[in-house]
């Protein structure tokens, strides 16, 4: 394993590769890709936080964590709320910032703030020739190459490996509360979620769970300053009687950990089979999910993303059909991995572009991705 100490160590190590790397963050996600390890988890610490500017610049190999803690003393937070992928793999290791920005990590939260890379101003990455790239800047006035750091944003390694991000930080809230009704079907809850996006109570988390305990259980959050929670939930409730019965619940620590819960996927937990992630216009969610003929369903996003839990080696794909939407392939063997791809295969004429940007930032085909 190659654990470089600093951005110039990891940008010699690059230069001097002879074949190719697996890069790696905090070793929580999977799989691999063959090559000889090499992790950033050397390059950490904080760099800048301007709390008053809502900026924080940090090392791509800083823990969550860490970064959290930082975060909170300041009543700061990460709006889109990086999910934990151990849950749901069996991994250990440490989920770091750097990995969260290269797989645009996002949780419930971002069908209010968006995603990881919308929160993004700016990075340092190692390009696959060993050159360091500094796109962006780290205060929101500078939006310089902005575009060149979204694109980094999500491409797993395969562009170069990221050594620092620039990130905007948005207030902790104060309280929180939830919106539950039981018994809805899956057309209803996600016909109910989307009624609740569409108000302006400000929803910041939609889920429904079909197979919960007690029976389906659709779940919406509110956050903020506790008169103004108070207020949004029973005004939400009235506007969604239509759609069913809606208790509130207001344990604000009990809410948190059943948001962390949908966050990290954890009906999921301690499960057997292969795992899936269906992206999706919510209108088309349930009917995709029945499709599917899968052991176990969850819903996010409003419905805009559906968990799958299938048989081992199933080729969920080819059961959905075509829609308008991309399926991953989160858990499962290596073989079935490599056998029907982790990523959606992409159009010809988008991996005609694909191959274009690697072959710009890696002619030489190390970063292994």
Known sequence: MIRPGSEAELAEAVRDADGPLSLRGGGTRGPLPDGTPITTSGLTGIVLHDPAALTLVVRAGTPLDEIDEVLRGANQRLAFE?????????????????????????????????AARDHLLGLRFVDGEGTVVKNGGRVMKNVTGYDLARLVAGSRGALGAITEVALKVLPGAETCASLVARGLDDAAAVRAMSAALGTPYEVTGAAHDPQAAGGARTVLRIEGFAPSVAYRARALAEVLKPHGDWQIED????????????????????????????SVRPSEAAGLAARAGAAQVFYDWGGGLVWLRTGAGDDLRARLGRHDGHATLVRAAPDTHERLHTLQPEPLALQKLTRGLRDKFDPRGILAA
């Open 82 to 114: 990086p999910m934990d992928h151990r849950g749901i793999l069996g991994t250990t290791g440490t989920p770091t910032i750097g990995g969260v920005v290269a797989a645009n990590v996002s949780g419930p939260r971002r069908v209010l703030v968006g």
């Open 251 to 278: 344990d604000r620590e009990a809410v948190r950990a059943e948001w962390r819960g949908i966050r990290d996927a954890a009906p999921f937990h301690g499960s057997t089979g292969d795992l899936w992630r269906v």
